[in-house]
């Protein structure tokens, strides 16, 4: 991501000198802009895209939800049958719903990983110096639904490494979209004032969110620093966790500390079963049954607990981004295009491509059902 932004970096960098001066006494005006005159961005804030974010998300969470409840039914309550692993070979060309499943989750956590990590790029390297705090917030929790989605991918995937260099990938990618979501979250801050993230009540006049994002910026706020002062005692982690509040009023900070551990964590999980299936094992031995139902259990606990953490994560910066577009579509500062407002009309191109791209989890259900159709006799399995 290179270097932070700031105000002077935006000046000796990119030659951009920011007003970020405060409301006027008669709130007419902040930083220069004057009411019904603050740029609409709906290529950020256009309700095309946060629509797609959304429904990508929520599409993938509740698939991985089903997919949890399929293995609770196996696995716990002992509803569905459940195959020797050496009689599963045999199953390769069942229509299997678990597969089916996973595949469409990972495919709309492919579509998110990459779309965000378009608007991370985007965001640092174009319109940094130029964007408003409000459009920055934005911008941070859709990246957030974008770690979401993945996690939620990733625990519930069995077979994420079944292809080890796509597997790779997702991960290298993934990593630098939580790394990106990082920098983005712990360059909201270090300055007295702190980052404008809670929205302004329904009868405020005026909010420094209209402001540039780089007039809340500094060089002085880095990822290690802030993640190193959430873990720096109990309180500091009770107030990152509990009230997303690391030193610099971060919003979202305590989603971010729990999808980046949990995410280690699903990470060593999978590279466990990956060991665990390249590791041939004679067809007749099966561990004790009481060994079994204690990896079961803490199984059942880790699948519970990646969900949790993506549903927290999804319905809470989803409610805030809504709140935060209210407020600033009623405040009667967005500049109006014939009585209209920009960010409400989803068909400019920049939301367009992202709603189209929706569109490749319908191609992703076709592929999975023909190639179990025509490659082999159709069978149905509840593996």
């Not at 993640?227 to 997303?244: F, Q």
Request: hydrophobic content about 50%; proline content about 5%.
């Amino acid at each position: 991501m290179g270097a932070y932004v700031s105000i002077p970096f935006c000046a000796t960098h990119y030659g951009v000198t920011l007003d970020c001066s405060p409301p006027n006494s008669t709130d007419s005006a902040i930083g220069g802009i004057t009411r019904g005159s603050f740029a609409a961005d709906p290529d950020i804030a256009g309700i095309g895209i946060l629509a797609a974010f959304t429904a990508v998300t929520s599409f993938a969470l509740l698939l991985s939800t089903i997919s949890v409840l399929w293995w609770f039914s196996k696995y716990i309550f002992g509803w569905k049958s459940r195959l020797p692993e050496h009689e599963k070979s045999s199953q390769e060309h069942r229509f299997n719903i678990t597969d089916l499943l996973e595949t469409l989750v990972l495919s709309c956590s492919d579509q998110q990983v990459f779309t965000g990590a378009a608007y991370a790029i985007t965001l640092r390297y174009l319109k940094g110096c130029n964007i408003s705090a409000y459009h920055y917030n934005i911008v941070a929790n859709m990246l957030l639904l974008t770690c979401a989605t993945h996690l939620g991918a990733v625990t519930v995937a069995r077979n994420y490494w079944r292809y080890p260099l796509v597997a790779l990938l997702r991960i290298v990618v993934t990593v630098g979209v939580y790394l990106a979501t990082g920098l983005l979250l712990s360059n909201q801050g270090a300055v007295a004032a702190g980052f404008p993230t809670e929205v302004p009540p329904a009868n405020a006049t005026d909010s420094l969110m209209i402001l540039s994002a780089a007039c809340f910026q500094t060089d002085a706020s880095h990822l290690a620093t802030t993640i190193a002062h959430s873990l720096s005692g109990t309180d500091a982690l009770r107030d990152a966790l509990v009230d997303s509040d690391p030193g610099n009023k971060i919003h979202g900070w305590n989603h971010y500390l729990a999808m980046l551990f949990f995410f280690a964590l699903t990470i060593l999980v999978e590279f466990g079963r990956f060991t665990q299936r390249a590791i041939p094992t004679l067809p007749s031995f099966r561990p004790p049954a009481r060994i079994v139902r204690v990896l079961d259990g803490v199984f059942a606990v880790y699948l519970l607990a990646g969900m949790a953490i993506s549903w927290w994560t999804v319905v809470d910066s989803v409610a805030y981004m809504s709140r935060l577009r209210g407020w600033v579509h009623g405040s009667g500062w967005m500049q109006l295009d014939g009585g209209l407002n920009p960010e409400d009309d989803p068909t400019t191109f920049g939301q367009l491509v992202p709603m189209l791209l929706v569109v490749l989890t319908v191609f992703t259900f076709v592929q999975i059902v023909s190639g179990k159709m025509f490659s082999a006799p159709l069978m149905f399995s509840e593996i």
